[in-house]
């Protein structure tokens, strides 16, 4: 057996051992406990758009403030468990040309995605094996034609290629955005299924994590 695989099993019996002398009910709440929302728009407070004309055309960073991560569902003896991890190692370039989005990259360190849980975390660096594929990345597809952007949300559908360990697949994100001070916000969410990127999700019996999760984002973007 692998050192990767030895370190895998090792993580998902431990965070299975914790839950079981805690109890599944009491894990299960203690869990939801400390998972974030969903991430929206308003998952951090938006400033009021900066006065003036606003001419989104040209080119824009990821900077800070940006975050992203997983939910996924896991079944602990009979126990539905939510699961959320977070990074906000996000980065990324967009370019708008007139009114439209044309170029867009986004990337998270997934060392840096953390759920709380140690063990578990150690779990998704081997499984990711992020030593050797440090990112997930997201590259728009076609062009998008924006609505006019303001201080309130306005939905966006984009598609992409995802690459995940180096496998790449398309996918469609549904998107909302606004303007807040002199940038502009955008969150996202993109829903995965594992095997797709050639990642099996764990199943030993008394735990059995769902094959399918959702990629959430929010971008902070600011002119560069």
């Known amino acids: 057996m692998s050192r990767r695989m030895v370190v895998i ?14 109890g599944p009910p009491l894990y299960s709440r203690w869990q939801e406990s400390r998972n974030p929302d969903p991430i929206t728009l308003t998952s951090a407070p938006a400033e009021p758009p900066a006065s003036g004309p606003f001419d989104p055309d040209g080119a824009w960073t990821v900077g800070a403030g940006s975050e992203a991560g997983y939910r996924v569902e896991e079944v ?7 699961v959320v991890g977070r990074s906000k190692d996000v980065t990324g370039d967009v370019t708008i ?35 050797t594929f440090p990112d997930a990345t997201f590259e728009l597809g076609a062009p998008v034609v924006l609505p006019e952007l303001t201080g309130e949300p306005v939905a966006v559908e984009v598609t992409g290629t995802l690459t ?33 990127f050639e990642i099996e999700a764990p199943n030993l019996g008394f735990v059995q994590v769902e094959d399918a999760g959702t990629i959430e ?3 902070v973007l600011a002119r560069a």
């Open 97 to 131: 040309a007139d009114g439209q989005l044309t170029t867009a990259t986004v990337a998270v360190t997934t060392a840096t995605i953390e759920t709380g849980v140690g063990p578990r975390d150690s779990f998704l660096r081997e499984t990711l094996e992020t030593s």
């Open 164 to 196: 995940i360990r180096d496998v790449a697949r398309e996918v469609a994100v549904s998107m909302q955005a606004q303007r807040s001070g002199d940038g502009v916000r955008v969150s996202g969410s993109i829903p995965v299924t594992f095997t797709d």
């Open 217 to 219: 984002m929010l971008l």
């Open 9 to 22: 099993l090792v993580s998902v019996v431990v965070v299975a051992l914790l839950a079981v002398l805690a």
């Open 76 to 82: 602990l003896r009979g126990e539905d468990v939510t």
